[in-house]
């Protein structure tokens, strides 16, 4: 099972690669929940069933995003604070790397889906993660200051 988790862990490596962030690290390890102010998921469906969450403090989040924007050539707009831009962008991401999972986990014949992205933010916002079967938590780290991946998969039909 943890192979297939795994496959999340290299398509964040991907997709932020391919955004510009070539000076980034991933550790196994989990984010201090009492940090986290903005949560990223998408639920998993098919032969996997369980969910894949982003989680950020607000300054991480912010800086990952602006920076984003400059490794593809577009300059931030002088927003003031974590908008609706900024939510969407997170969004674009979690979904780029659940939907890269599930390609990946294709190719292993592994079938299965991803829902629409859901961001929340606020303070000390906990999940729910001791239902899980089996579940990774990585820090992604870089001069954006640090995202967790947790991916947690609640039954698998494998």
Known sequence: MSDYLEQF???????VREIGFDETSISVDAIDP???????????TGDLHGFMMLRSDMTSAYNFVSRMLINMGIEPE???GFGQFHKEAIGEIVNQVSGRSTMMLAEQNIDCNITPPTIIAGKS?????????????HILTGSFGRIGLFVGIKNSHL
């Open 34 to 44: 009492s940090t986290v102010e903005l949560v990223a998921s998408v639920g998993i």
């Open 125 to 137: 916002i906990f999940s729910d993660i001791a239902s899980c079967e089996a579940s990774i938590s």
């Open 78 to 80: 002088e927003e003031k």
């Open 9 to 15: 862990t290299g398509a964040l490596r991907e997709v």
